[in-house]
């Protein structure tokens, strides 16, 4: 079953920059869209970004061009290049196929932007 394992979260002040990673468990990654959400604290999960099989990507409005989604399939891995990072970026960031289905959610990853 396809699961995945992000990592690359940490503290950054504003302004910063942060590259999370999400590690696919099958090569079936590559069949799929994926997507990055995030879950603030208190609040709901939300999409940032999400990336076709082959690789088109899309933003929310929140994170348009301060953020890049990308992934190499070869390596079953999506990335999330994170700059100009703001305190209400603050989140759990987490990956699943898109639209998002229940029994994939990882761990997630906390990023928390704070001077």
């Known amino acids: 079953q396809l699961q995945f394992v992000e990592s690359g979260g940490g503290l950054v002040q504003p302004g910063g920059s942060l590259r999370l990673s999400c590690e696919a468990s099958t090569s079936d990654f590559k069949f799929y869209a994926a997507a990055w959400y995030r879950q603030p604290p208190g609040k709901q999960r939300d999409l940032v970004a999400r990336i076709t099989a082959r690789g088109s990507p899309n933003y929310a409005d929140s994170v348009k061009g301060r953020f890049t989604i990308s992934r190499d399939n070869a390596e079953r891995t999506m990335y999330l290049q994170m700059n100009s990072l703001k305190p209400e970026d603050t989140a759990v960031y987490y990956c699943?196929?898109?639209?998002?289905?229940?029994?994939?959610w990882g761990q997630g990853t906390q990023v928390s932007v704070s001077s």
């Open positions: 699943n196929i898109f639209p998002s289905q229940p029994g994939v």
